[in-house]
């Protein structure tokens, strides 16, 4: 009889154990989640930049062919749109000598907003909270802390 009351009290976990795995799991889960999310948000950055890029050199080509960024019959800065889940794109400057194209993050990347120009001057103009911009603000920043 000793043997089988022995035998059972071997059987499963004590809520000690239980408890301690709670909270190892927990502790855990409490710095994976956030590095995680930093991974999928530094994931999604390229999209802006990698356009922005795009939208750059398709100025560029503009200009070599008619000398100018706005000249007429041109689509310029709204030649290239395209659907992008986390940032929208526009052109808040269009001259004949100058253009300035614009990355504002929408979604879970709200806060962001990358801008550059006919100069190729990068600026990362807002981050959202947790983040911080460059310093010297001359470039897209790419992870928390203000690295680009």
Request: hydrophobic letters at 35%.
């Amino acid at each position: 009889m000793t043997r089988t009351l022995e035998h059972r009290r071997r059987q499963g976990f004590t809520l000690i154990e239980l408890m301690v795995a709670v909270a190892v799991v927990s502790i855990l889960s409490a710095v994976a989640l956030p590095s995680y999310r930093d991974y999928v948000t530094r994931g999604q950055i390229p999209q802006a930049t990698s356009r922005l890029a795009i939208r750059q050199a398709t100025m560029e080509r503009f200009f070599q062919d008619n000398r100018a960024y706005d000249a007429p019959g041109s689509t310029g800065c709204a030649a290239e749109s395209p659907d992008n889940a986390y940032f929208d794109f526009s052109c808040s400057t269009q001259t004949a000598d100058a253009y300035l194209l614009v990355a504002t993050g929408k979604g879970s990347m709200a806060g962001f907003a990358y801008t550059v120009d006919q100069n190729d001057v990068k600026h990362t103009t807002s981050v959202p909270g947790g983040w911080s911009l460059p310093s010297p603000n001359n470039c897209w920043v790419t992870k928390r802390g203000g690295a680009c």
